[in-house]
């Protein structure tokens, strides 16, 4: 089982890499900006997230740009999910990484949406997309989603890499976004991986462009930053 861990906070335009001091992180990536953290989370804590997650998943679903329908994008993600709040969580342990996330993004706690876990099992995937919304594409917006934190709650044999096909300016002629190309993060149980939607001036970063490849079983859970 997979899960992906993302993090949303509202928060103006966090500075460019700051909350990242230099230990116990990678940096995977400056186009866009990317960063790895091993051991991140326990296997117990790991485990508990499983727990309170598998008995409320549901198909995953997709916000639509215009032109859109649940018809004419089936498919491009097929995941299942469900929403968690600390809140929820009476052993605290959502609410210990919400507090990890908040240092390491320097990103107020309170300004993070719920946890988004997800379930991706033998042959799911989600397409490459962008994780902030366009206000061109998907309306008015009354907030922008600056960060996503990934934890992955389990390991995979193989397939199941979080990819960012543009990474460093990569362009790729006629490429098609169900391809797997570009950066390439492998699960792996307790371990994070935190990506910036925009730029620190706030306009969204066309690098960012994420997707999932088809797995042979993986759980992850996500969490994700906005801005005010």
Not at 39 to 51: K, M, P, S
Not at 99 to 115: C, L
């Amino acid at each position: 089982m997979g899960r992906h861990v993302r993090t949303m906070v509202y928060v103006a335009y966090p500075c460019q890499g700051c909350g990242l001091d230099g230990k116990g992180h990678e940096v995977l990536s400056w186009k866009p900006r990317a960063y790895y953290f091993p051991n991140f989370a326990t296997a117990e804590q790991c485990e508990h997230i499983i727990g309170m997650a598998k008995l409320n998943l549901k198909p995953s679903t997709l916000a639509l740009r215009k032109g859109e329908t649940e018809e004419n994008t089936k498919g491009t993600r097929t995941s299942s999910g469900t929403f968690i709040s600390a809140s929820e969580d009476e052993s605290g342990t959502l609410d210990l990484i919400e507090k990890k996330i908040a240092k390491v993004t320097s990103i107020p706690q309170s300004h993070g949406e719920a946890f988004n876990v997800l379930r991706y099992e033998i042959g799911q995937k989600y397409d490459s997309h962008y994780d902030a919304f366009n206000p061109s594409e998907y309306g008015p917006q009354s907030s922008q989603r600056v960060a996503s934190f990934l934890l992955y709650l389990s390991d995979v044999e193989e397939g199941g890499e979080t990819m960012f096909p543009f990474e460093n300016g990569m362009s790729v002629k006629g490429y098609d976004y169900r391809q797997c190309v570009g950066l390439k993060v492998k699960p792996r149980r307790g371990d994070g991986l935190l990506f910036y939607s925009l730029f620190s001036n706030g306009t969204i970063d066309p690098g960012h462009a994420v997707g999932g490849f088809s797995l042979k079983n993986l759980i992850d859970c996500q969490r994700e930053t906005d801005r005010l």
